[in-house]
């Protein structure tokens, strides 16, 4: 539960902050923006939905398609996952309409804001405790 909850903090904090420092990266909201038939009014509630798009696609589908392309990523010494983080980004920016994302560059680094958040809140929130010798 505490994966899934820090994955969806990554994806919404690493997302707006994208939104707002990386030039090429933007959120519209259109009069037919809806979420099962919940009309979506606000930048802010386009973002806390990706967000959760962002954070279940990390959560869920990225394990198995690191599982698939192991070899791959232990080829290129890990930055096979870089091209992950991006190809699941990139997933988002399909699906929705609303969200911009141009060309390489802009994806290259929403995929590294999102990918650091993502280590800092799972460091933040599955802190094992030590167990006390008796």
Do not use: C, H
Request: hydrophobic letters at 60%.
């Amino acid at each position: 539960m505490s994966k899934i909850l820090s994955q969806i903090l990554a994806g919404i904090l690493g997302l707006t902050l994208s939104i707002y420092f990386v030039p090429g990266v933007k959120v519209a909201v259109y009069p037919d923006s809806s979420f099962f038939g919940f009309q979506l009014t606000a930048v802010w509630q386009v973002i806390m939905l990706l967000g959760i798009a962002l954070g279940i696609l990390n959560t869920f589908v990225k394990p198995i398609i690191n599982l698939i392309t192991l070899p791959l990523r232990i080829l290129t010494l890990g930055i096979f996952s870089l091209i992950i983080n991006m190809a699941i980004i990139w997933t988002i920016d399909l699906i929705f309409p609303e969200i911009t994302i141009q060309l390489f560059l802009p994806l290259f680094w929403t995929s590294i804001i999102v990918w650091g958040l993502s280590i800092i809140f799972l460091r933040i929130f599955t802190k094992k405790e030590i167990p006390k010798e008796a």
